[in-house]
């Protein structure tokens, strides 16, 4: 028998904690060196501080983009494969409703969103991780269109071609960003869901 | 001579101590300058290992490109009415710089594995089989403009003059001493035209004069303007860009 003096709950599985912060060291590089990119030849009337950049110059900035660009969308296959066939995405995910998210949401905002079971997400989570994974799949398919117009002029052409996807690649970048900020923030504020993040685990509330 | 006393009964005295400062100040610096080599992509970009990395990765992409090269893929067409004007000028110098090229004593030198290596001069380039095309220019930075190039087949004017198309590659050389070179399979592509003129005219010296190499399924850089020699080799001949580092496939 088990002690019983701590209760553990199972909060992220192994293929999740490995795949998030493989994940996130991809989109550090992918985000830092995208917008030295960008700045070779802006789409809106400003530019990324160089400081904040990777890359040193354009052609450092495309070496960074298209190494990282592997790790990204092969680490993105071994998760969503994971979450699609263990039943994690079902499990975590849903059900969602808008209904849900608005309210987590306001009650989030207003500091009163309740979050002692931290294996469950709530609906706030929920919209955000799914977001963050349909961002991801959008910049992939966005910059496969920008990288190959030719070859891969079938997805550029539902992009509104060549410079569509650009736009397209540009949004979906700056909407993670915002989300993935959000997330930084949440964790300061919930501290104690980060170790889970690397161990796995979280003490029962009691 | 107070100070020299100091130093040397410094020096006999705490010696291990200096050594430990010194070791725990290198320690620090060394601490900060990976801090910062962390927060400067640059110095970042710059460490050996790094680089090679990088460069093994983007000669892995320029194989990965060429799988998903389709000789067959034809570049979007567009109408006349799409095309940019005026179209931006490129070079790696600015556009005062341009280099006129004398179109009387200009030939076009062949070497390599090529039968018939006599040079071309212009009048017999201008008396091939002509082609169009208005195509999309992609330029590395971003930006795209779409033009008209009018000129020869590459494909036709290789099987003229005797080329081996089992070579691997085309390398160029240029009037203003730019050079850059491309794979056989984008060589025979259709779209690929060794062009003589833009927008109807001959084209002016900003945009290569007397031809440029128009290929819709590479990026710009890609493009040679001003040729006055081309070689077709198996031995890698890079390019000026290419040697600093861009992906040397590039296409689109």
Request: overall charge positive.
């Amino acid at each position: 028998m088990e002690a019983a003096q701590t209760q553990w709950v199972r909060v992220h599985p192994l293929v999740v904690r490995i795949t998030h912060w493989i994940n996130a060291f991809a989109i550090l590089i992918m985000v830092a060196s995208g917008w030295r990119i960008y700045n070779a030849s802006p789409l809106f009337p400003f530019r990324i501080p160089n400081e904040l950049t990777l890359g040193g110059w354009l052609a450092g900035a495309l070496q960074w983009h298209f190494a990282a660009m592997w790790l990204l969308v092969l680490n993105g296959i071994v998760y969503v494969t994971y979450g699609a066939v263990s039943g994690h995405f079902r499990r975590k995910f849903f059900p969602l409703t808008p209904g849900a998210v608005f309210h987590d949401v306001r009650e989030a905002l207003r500091g009163k969103l309740a979050h002692e079971d931290l294996s469950v997400y709530n609906a706030a989570q929920r919209a955000a991780y799914l977001a963050i994974i349909l961002c991801l799949v959008v910049l992939v398919f966005s910059g496969l269109a920008i990288w190959k117009p030719v070859q891969f002029q079938e997805i550029a052409g539902i992009m509104g071609g060549y410079e569509g996807a650009r736009f397209l690649h540009f949004g979906a970048m700056a909407l993670l960003v915002l989300i993935v900020l959000v997330h930084v923030v949440m964790v300061i504020l919930v501290p104690r869901t980060f170790p889970t993040m690397f161990t796995g685990r979280a003490r029962r509330a009691s | 001579m107070k100070k020299r006393t100091m130093e040397t009964s410094l020096a006999n005295h705490s010696g291990a101590l200096i050594r430990s400062i010194e070791r725990r100040l290198f320690l620090k610096q060394s601490l900060s300058l990976g801090a910062l080599a962390l927060l400067s992509g640059c110095e970042l970009t710059d460490d050996e290992d790094v680089q090679s990395v990088l460069m093994g990765m983007s000669s892995w992409n320029d194989r990965v490109q060429g799988w998903l090269f389709n000789p067959n893929k034809l570049a979007p067409e567009y109408p006349e009415s799409a095309i940019t004007r005026p179209f931006p000028f490129n070079a790696y110098y600015g556009e005062d710089e341009v280099r006129l090229v004398d179109g009387k004593s200009y030939k076009l030198e062949l070497s390599g594995q090529i039968r018939e290596k006599k040079p071309w001069t212009l009048p017999e380039l201008y008396a091939l089989p002509q082609t169009s095309q208005i195509t999309r220019h992609i330029c590395i930075e971003g930006w795209s403009a779409i033009g008209k190039w009018s000129g020869v087949r590459f494909s036709d004017f290789l099987a003229r003059i005797g080329a081996d198309t089992t070579a691997k590659y085309i390398g160029f050389e240029c009037a203003d001493d730019y050079t850059t070179s491309i794979d056989m399979a984008t060589a025979l592509h259709p779209q690929t035209l060794l062009t003589f003129r833009f927008a109807d005219q001959i084209l002016p010296p900003k945009y290569g004069f007397p031809m440029k190499l128009r290929m819709p399924t590479k990026l710009g850089f890609k493009n040679p303007k001003h040729i006055t020699a081309m070689e077709v080799t198996n031995e890698y001949p890079g390019g000026y860009w290419e040697d600093q580092g861009y992906n040397w496939y590039s296409g689109s």
